[in-house]
């Protein structure tokens, strides 16, 4: 199969594009069509484990090229790292009506970046294979916290593979700084990056595209590839978990085929939520996907107004992975909604570059309001949100997931509005694990205020019973092994990552 750049130009195929990551014009890789899942082939994945579904989604893609026993391996194996007994549990919170949780953070960091980077080094091992690429891949990573972790995580050790990652100093949680920080390997590097996560994109985005410096690591035999939701490897195992929930809830007799659903996905660089509007392209019966961001709305603001303006204040909140005022994945779905017109996509992208704002037509906002509703919840709602499902419920989420939740409520008035008796089950998609945040979600449950993220678990603990992750318990015992801070600058961030490629930064052993 075949993949085409947003901004027009390039043909390339799944194996090149997640090679390459970014297409060289800037735009991102879309596929050529959309590959097509029959209800009997919904019906089918009823039998197979959440590796074999995420094998077979992942091989509508990717399988002429990768092989379709490869990808069900690297699936397996993938997976094996989760822990309990289904990597995706989707977890029934009120039957009457209709309302789930799918929650994806039970992979080895604890959130659901772990469900697309504990996949992609297969993927991108087997892509350098079949592409004849033998240079070093320098995986390079901007996070707002999470796809940091993941990456490294995901990248540790593999052979022929580096890891490279910036976050901003002003922007992720104690407990995700601690874990990138203090990541075990030989072939990782961590960097914070003076200001917020926009910035820090913003640089990473631009070494990506320097000739220059792009020119300078391949004399070193190194290749730069993306672990951002950019790449379309990353995408890809994402669009999976939307078709086994809606398999789930089949198999458990809460629906019927060919009945539709609603997601309901904490949105921030729009890569999740994009993963479901492609599985609903491939045929999945999905009625709404429901776009929730938290102060920093303004994704909820384009949805309202058919503007996309990023001229606003940037808000630090408790759900730091969302604090994104640039969602670059949107480019894809703009893409889209312009019947894919390149020209238009990569003009609205300069727009946005130059002017920081751009709008779109009528007839497409049209198409929007059809497929989507944009919400957003303030910090008291998110808590209040948290508080409520927790009281009545007895389930705790993070912070994150609160922001989903309090963006359902809202959702869920606004359809009983048009139809009193709407049951259409909603799935909402729980991003991170409650323990990830203690501080934040301690605070929303119980009132209670602590100043250690470490007194927060213990007391998470005793309040709701749920067993804290060891690998973050762990957490408080292990010595820091990166400390750099970095200006926003490129020249000091390439010279960093050029630094790493020659093998001259060291960071302080973990091991005794
Ligand atoms: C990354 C992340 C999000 C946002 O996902 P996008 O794909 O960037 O929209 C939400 N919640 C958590 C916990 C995350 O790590």
Redesign the pocket.
């Known amino acids: 199969m075949y993949f085409i750049s947003t901004r027009g130009g390039e043909k390339v195929t799944g194996a090149q594009a997640i090679v390459q990551g970014l297409a060289k014009n800037g735009g991102l890789y879309v596929p050529e069509s959309f590959p097509q899942v029959s209800r009997e082939e919904i019906e089918a994945m009823a039998e197979m484990s959440y590796p074999e579904r995420a094998a077979f989604v992942l091989g509508k893609y990717l399988g002429d090229e990768l092989g379709e026993d490869y990808l069900k391996a690297s699936c397996e194996k993938a997976y094996s790292t989760f822990t309990g007994n289904d990597p995706v549990p989707l977890v029934k919170i009120d039957g009457e009506s209709g309302l789930y949780v799918m929650e994806l953070f039970h992979g080895p960091t604890c959130?659901?970046?772990d469900m697309a980077l504990t996949v992609l080094p297969y993927l991108l091992k087997k892509s350098c294979e079949v592409t004849g690429v033998t240079d070093e891949i320098l995986i390079l990573a901007a996070t707002?916290?999470?796809?940091g972790k993941a990456a490294l995580e995901g990248f540790r050790d593999v052979p022929g593979t580096k890891v490279a990652v910036f976050y901003p100093d002003e922007g992720v949680a104690k407990m995700q700084r601690l874990q990138m920080c203090i990541q075990d390997g030989n072939n990782v590097c961590v960097s914070a990056v003076k200001g917020n996560f926009d910035d820090c994109q913003r640089a990473v985005k631009r070494l990506f595209a320097s000739e220059e410096f792009n020119a300078t690591l391949a004399k070193k035999g190194v290749r730069l590839s993306s672990a951002n939701?950019i790449n379309f490897g990353r995408l890809a195992p994402q669009i999976a978990y939307y078709f086994s929930a809606y398999v789930d809830l089949l198999t458990s007799g809460q629906i019927e085929m060919g009945d539709t659903i609603d997601f309901v996905?904490?949105?921030?660089?729009?890569?999740?939520?994009l993963a479901g509007w492609y599985a609903k392209q491939m045929g999945l019966p999905v009625r709404k996907l429901v776009c929730a961001s938290n102060r920093n709305k303004v994704l909820a603001d384009f949805f309202a107004k058919g503007v996309y303006d990023v001229k606003r204040n940037f808000f630090r909140t408790m759900?730091p992975?969302?604090d994104?005022l640039v969602?670059s994945?949107l480019e894809r779905l703009l893409f889209e909604i312009s019947g894919r017109n390149a020209e238009l996509t990569a003009q609205r992208m300069q727009e946005l570059a130059e002017k920081k704002e751009y709008s779109i037509t009528a007839a497409e906002k049209e198409v929007l309001d059809k497929e989507f509703y944009g919400g957003f919840a303030s910090e008291d709602g998110t808590v209040e949100a948290m508080y409520e499902i927790f009281e009545e419920y007895g389930y705790a989420m993070?912070t994150?997931t609160g922001v989903a939740l309090a963006v359902y409520m809202e959702y869920k008035e606004a359809r009983e509005k048009i139809d009193e008796k709407d049951k259409t089950p909603v799935i909402v998609l729980s991003?991170?694990n409650p323990y990830k945040f203690p501080q934040d979600v301690l605070y929303a449950l119980s009132g209670n205020d602590v100043k250690d993220s470490f007194k927060g678990i213990k007391r998470l603990n005793l309040l709701t019973a749920m067993k804290p992750p060891k690998s973050l318990l762990d957490l408080r015992y292990r010595p820091l092994r990166f400390k750099t801070v970095v200006a926003n600058d490129l020249k000091k961030m390439s010279e960093l990552i050029l630094r790493f490629a020659d093998g001259e930064i060291v960071p302080v052993p973990d091991k005794e």
């Open positions: 959130a659901f970046k707002s916290g999470d796809t939701s996905v904490p949105t921030g660089n729009f890569g999740d939520i759900s992975s969302m994104i969602s994945n993070d994150h991003t991170a």
